[in-house]
């Protein structure tokens, strides 16, 4: 059974940093592409990052240069690097993964989600 487990968020003034992990079991990782979604209250969810099997990167526009996602294979983990967070990065952040080498349209299994809030 694939289970994922975020940590990481938390309260944040504006402009600080966070790191958030997803730790991956029951699957072989290292075969899937992962992603970082988020959901704002009153929105969808959206994609935030993706990461490809083979360790390419993609961003949302809203995050481009701020964010960065990364993989660790050895420990079944994905990290999501958020820095100069302003209040609209507010939302609950959810990772994902996608039985595919590449990210696809809709996820296979999600995380719990972490709450990051940016306030001072």
């Known amino acids: 059974q694939v289970q994922l487990v975020e940590s990481g968020g938390g309260l944040v003034q504006p402009g600080g940093s966070l790191r958030l992990s997803c730790a991956a079991s029951g699957t072989i990782f290292m075969l899937y592409a992962m992603g970082w979604y988020r959901q704002a209250p009153g929105k969808e969810r959206e994609l935030v990052a993706g990461?490809?099997?083979?360790?390419?990167?993609n961003y949302a526009d809203s995050v481009k240069g701020r964010f960065t996602i990364s993989r660790d294979n050895a420990k079944n983990t994905v990290y999501l690097q958020m820095n100069s967070l302003g209040p609209e990065d507010t939302a609950v952040y959810y990772c994902?993964?996608?039985?595919?080498?590449?990210?696809?349209?809709?996820?296979?299994?999600w995380g719990q989600g972490t709450q990051v809030t940016v306030s001072s």
């Open positions: 990461i490809t099997a083979g360790g390419s990167p």
């Open positions: 994902a993964l996608h039985r595919s080498r590449t990210v696809t349209m809709v996820p296979n299994y």
